[in-house]
Structures are given as C-alpha cells and as structure tokens.
C-alpha cells in the first residue's frame, strides 16, 4: 500500500496514522451513467503531516477529502480516523466524530454572513456539549489571537478581506481541537499573495500544534509548502512524494513503478 511517510505497517491502523485510506471507490450516478470519482485508493497519512492534495480539476480531490471527514460515504472501501473504522457508523455518530475531531476549512470560507468573527469561531464549540460558557469564550479569543484577528472579532464577514475572511476559518476549524484539519482548495478565491500567507498561518498552526492538515490545490505554488504530496488523477493516486528539503523524494510514482502500488 502506498504510504505518505517515511514506512509504516500496512495493517496497522495505529497510533501513528491520522487517516488510513483502503481500498476506497466512489462512484457516482448521473442519469444513466456512472462517474467513478475515486477509484480503490488506498493511503495512510501519519499523524502531524503538512499534506497536499494534488491534482486538476476533476481528480477527485473534493471526494476524497469528503470521505476523510465523513461528509459522505464511500461506495467500497474503508475509512479509518484515528485508527477506528468510521464505515459502518450512523449520521449521528459520525456527526459526533467530526465535532471532535476534524475542523473543516473550504474554498469559499463559508461563513455565517450574519454573525461576527468571534461567533463565527464560536460556533463549532455548540456542537460539543461540554465547554462551558467561559471556555469557549478563552478558546474563540485564544484562536482569533493565532490567526492575527484580535482586533476584528466584532466585524462581521462583509467587513473583512477574504484573506481575512479565510482566518476567521481557520480559527473555527481549530477550536474544538480537532486532530485534523481538512482545508479544500483553501486559497483558490484568494490572490497570490494572501494564499501564500493563509498556507504560511496554516504551516505555522501546525508545527506549533502538531495537528494534521490535509489541503487541496492544483496550485503548484500552493504544493510547493507542503512536505508531503498525494497527486491524484482521474480518481487514482499517481504519486506519492515527500519533501526532501526543496525538491520532492517520490515514495511511489506510477509513470516510474506502473500501477504495482
Ligand atoms: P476535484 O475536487 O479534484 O475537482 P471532485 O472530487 O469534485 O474533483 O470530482 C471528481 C469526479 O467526480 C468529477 O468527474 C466530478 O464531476 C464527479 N463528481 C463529483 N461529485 C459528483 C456528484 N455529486 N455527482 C456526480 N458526479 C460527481
Ligand atoms: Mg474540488
């Protein structure tokens, strides 16, 4: 099985493994024919990795991110959090999982246009039901000082620039502590500039925090920050590469290895 890290046991759903991917397809039904998004991808990724998600449009990078963080279900194949298998779980469970464990960033922010910054980081915090009242307070203050928006928690998202806007993001998928943050195409609505700097808060955040990040871009400037890469393409995995210091040691390449993953 291909790896993303340096070797680790294929059968072992371990401590080390943030996400184990097996055998996992995804087909989708559109009219009469079928879109096969994913096809038997099978992946670990360690726990504290800095992963890009490489790929063009269409590869199947919103797929695969969207079984990772149990947004949606896979046709075949297992998923594995933490080491548990989430396949055969209910939408509750599931929902329970995610809250703890995944903070989500997307490409459009997604935030609530109506509540400020510090409600919108705050909001995750509804989910998990045993912060109080003055912990959520510390944690939305505490977030919003690491993304550098101390002084807009009051503004509301119309009265931020999308660089802005992402942070305010960032700071609410970090602030139920989730183990993995899951960020697609996370700067593909900002400019170059600004990306490179939300990839550079989302670098720092996780060296400091060890917390695996997971991020989608076909922007080879996006990849380039990254020290580990999966490249995807027509829903298969084509190279796995890790970085050795400014260029890229390829674990697996199928133009190199053929498909004898
Ligand atoms: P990417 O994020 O890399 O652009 P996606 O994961 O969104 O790729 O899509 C992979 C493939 O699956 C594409 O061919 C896409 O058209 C198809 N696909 C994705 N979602 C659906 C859906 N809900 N219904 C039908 N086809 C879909
Ligand atoms: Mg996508």
Not at 31 to 48: C, H, P, Q, T
Not at 153 to 167: C, D, I, K, M, V
Not at 169 to 196: C, K, M, Q, S, Y
């Amino acid at each position: 099985m291909p790896s993303a890290g340096p070797a680790v046991e294929t059968n072992s759903k371990g401590p080390r493994l943030a996400v184990c991917v097996e055998d996992l397809s995804k087909d989708y039904a559109l009219g009469d024919e079928r879109v096969v998004a994913l096809a038997n991808v099978s992946l670990n990724i360690e726990k504290g990795v800095f992963l890009a998600l490489a790929g063009p449009s269409g590869s199947g990078k919103s797929t695969l991110l969207n079984m990772i963080g149990c947004i949606d279900t896979p046709s075949r194949g297992r998923v594995f959090i933490n080491g548990q298998d989430v396949s055969g779980r209910t939408p509750d469970q599931l929902a329970g999982l995610r809250a703890r464990t995944i903070g989500f960033v997307f490409q459009t922010f997604n935030l609530f246009p109506v509540l400020t910054a510090e409600e919108n980081v705050e909001y995750p915090l509804h989910h998990v039901d045993e912060i109080g009242r003055r912990e959520r307070r510390e944690r939305v203050r505490h977030f919003l000082h690491v993304v550098g928006l101390t002084n807009y928690a009051r503004h509301r998202p119309n009265q931020l620039s999308g660089g802005q806007r992402q942070r305010v993001a960032i700071a609410r998928a970090l602030v139920a502590h989730p183990e993995i943050v899951l960020a697609d195409e996370p700067t593909a609505n900002l400019d170059h500039r600004t990306g490179r700097n939300i990839l550079r808060l989302m670098r720092r955040i996780n060296r400091e925090t060890k917390v695996t990040f997971i991020f989608s871009t076909h922007d080879p400037q996006v990849i380039r920050m990254a020290d580990r890469r999966v490249d995807l393409e027509d829903g298969q995995i084509v190279r796995l590469g890790v970085r050795a210091r400014s260029d890229w040691r390829y674990a697996f390449d199928r133009a190199r290895d053929g498909d004898d993953a």
